[in-house]
């Protein structure tokens, strides 16, 4: 089944998160349904013995997804199937490890096309897992990822398979990238032709995206989204045991638990109670990130070790004041140079999370072409444009995606045909 990679990164959905569930709260009553067991207490997410021993990618267990998969955990989605399952994978370090994507059938499906899509998850805390938050009745705040249930809808909406990832694996290691983390699907892309040759996929859409994480984690320290630091940090602590010592040996003791109540909240918790602190003051070497353990982890969650194989569609925004833009234009030149089919788009007077959002439907655009068996334009291609949300038809996937967040919210069938037009 040819496979194409759908990614977006840290923090984008967070604004449209905000703003849908402003519009979708107060006017629907939220249909109750039974509490979904948390990830860290249900057994489904134990992998049998000996696990191990099989081959990456092997699937462990299924079963039917426990709730119904809903926006916001609360407005149904009415597709034909939904399926949890766990397979065995490989972690930042090379070891194996088992984790569960949650697999979602449209009604009249394309059995041909399938969809992965990265979820921006932005938590070191396992109960932010797509595979949980996704499903209603979890009572857990995470716009974010619940904001981007809509997306994958309009994927679905054309008839594609999606399959959406617990890239950060059980130990929630965010950010760090060999086990997918936040850098996800430009990851995949990176390490595709070496850990899945055998895999046909069409291309990849990656926006946003965090290069150079360390550029990032500066950026956005003291702004309001300075919550991804401790994420981030307590993420690769929970990949890195020997970055884990050399964080808790840095922080002043009064901070410690504060700064690792990251591994027990999704981002919206740590949004609330992180924003606009300076996290570095939490240490006693304010240049904690600047010792060698630190930097020796920060380069090698360094994007650009590795080519991709796979078309890229990649788009940022000039202004962008999470992600900087220049490690992401150094990156795409670095691929262009190694001969990467690239087509990049600047975005020139958007920020990260608008772009995420006008961005998102660009992507789908040009993902329904790799599907179509459009031709990839050879070699690297880059254009500028004002706001992504004036480029031809992006508009209308746009509508298409709140069209899809209104008809969630009555529970119509989710599939190519099923409603009339
Ligand atoms: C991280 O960024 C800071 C601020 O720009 C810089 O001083 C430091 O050298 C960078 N460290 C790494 C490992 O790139």
């Not at 998102?360 to 040009?366: E, K, P, T, Y």
Request: charge should be negative.
């Amino acid at each position: 089944m040819p496979a194409i990679v759908l990614g977006r990164v840290v923090t984008t959905f967070v604004w449209v998160g905000l703003w849908l569930s402003s519009i979708a709260t107060p006017t629907l009553a939220v249909p109750v349904r039974r509490a979904a067991v948390l990830p860290q207490d249900d057994p489904f997410y134990t992998p049998p013995a000996g696990y191990e021993s099989s081959a990456p990618g092997e699937i462990l267990r299924t079963r039917p997804v426990p709730n119904k998969l809903a926006a916001f955990s609360a407005f149904p989605q009415n597709i034909a199937n939904a399926w949890q399952i766990l397979y065995r994978t490989t972690d930042a370090l090379g070891n194996p490890q088992a984790t569960v994507t949650t697999v979602m059938e449209p009604h009249n499906p394309d059995a041909t096309k399938l969809l992965s899509y990265q979820v921006a998850e932005d938590s070191a805390y396992q109960g932010c897992a797509p595979s949980y938050v996704l499903q209603a009745g979890t009572g857990l705040s995470d716009t974010a990822s619940q904001a981007e249930l809509l997306l994958m809808d309009a994927a679905l909406d054309r008839g594609w398979y999606v399959s959406t990832p617990d890239y950060e694996g059980p130990n929630s290691a965010f950010t760090a990238g060999y086990s997918g983390g936040a850098l996800a699907s430009g990851w995949a892309a990176e390490l595709q032709p070496t850990y899945a040759p055998e895999l046909n996929i069409a291309g990849a859409a990656i926006g946003g995206t965090p290069g150079d994480l360390n550029a990032t984690l500066y950026a956005v320290n003291k702004g309001l989204f300075v919550g991804l630091v401790p994420a981030g940090i307590v993420g690769l602590c929970q990949q890195y045991p020997e970055l884990n010592e050399y964080v808790i040996a840095n922080l002043k003791a009064d901070k410690k638990d504060a700064f690792f109540k990251a591994n027990s909240q999704c981002l919206d918790a740590d949004t609330s109670q992180y924003a606009f602190q300076d996290m570095f003051s939490y240490f006693t070497n304010y240049n904690v990130l600047q010792g060698d353990v630190a930097v020796k982890i920060l380069n090698e969650n360094k994007m650009g070790k590795y080519v991709p194989k796979i078309p890229l569609h990649m788009y940022h925004s000039a202004n962008d004041e999470m992600v900087p833009f220049a490690p992401t234009q150094a990156l795409v030149k670095q691929y262009c140079s190694q001969g990467v089919n690239i087509e990049f788009v600047k975005d020139e007077l958007s920020e990260h999370i608008i772009l995420a959002i006008t961005g998102a439907a660009d992507a789908l655009i040009w993902l329904n072409d790799r599907f179509n068996g459009v031709p990839v334009k050879q070699g690297c291609s880059s254009r500028t444009t004002l706001t992504s949300a004036l480029d031809p038809g992006a508009l209308a996937v746009f509508g298409k995606v709140i069209f899809n967040l209104l008809g969630d919210l009555l529970g119509k069938p989710i599939g190519p045909n099923s409603i009339a037009r």
